[in-house]
């Protein structure tokens, strides 16, 4: 089992930053992609960013060049670098791990969420 624990959630005005962390513990698998997606408030979850084990990336459009995504795979954690944030922006973050356990096949662990909100 895999347990991921997000932090670094926040109120924000437009323009500005925040950087949010997740943490992954239990049975980490080599073939995994770790990435943020987020969800809005009627809307579906959508993925952000996310970051193979060796360090290719993929971004939504809509946050190209002011996102950034980064892995640490010593320590199993995957952080989320949001710059000129939007009121757009704003959703409920989750973290994801997809372990490719039989390639295409996968399975998905989530952590809880954490709000970002972007307003004056």
Request: hydrophobic residues 30%; aromatic residues 12%; contains cysteine.
């Amino acid at each position: 089992q895999v347990q991921l624990v997000e932090s670094g959630g926040g109120l924000v005005q437009p323009g500005g930053s925040l950087r949010l962390s997740c943490a992954a513990s239990g049975s980490i698998f080599s073939e995994n992609v770790m990435g943020w997606y987020r969800q809005a408030p009627g809307k579906q979850r959508e993925l952000v960013a996310t970051i193979a084990r060796g360090g290719s990336t993929n971004y939504a459009d809509s946050v190209k060049g002011r996102f950034t995504i980064s892995r640490d795979n010593t320590k199993n954690t995957v952080d989320l670098q949001m710059n000129s944030l939007k009121p757009e922006d704003t959703a409920v973050y989750f973290c994801n791990v997809r372990w490719y356990y039989r390639f295409p096949n996968y399975r998905d662990y989530w952590g809880q969420g954490t709000q970002v909100t972007v307003s004056s």
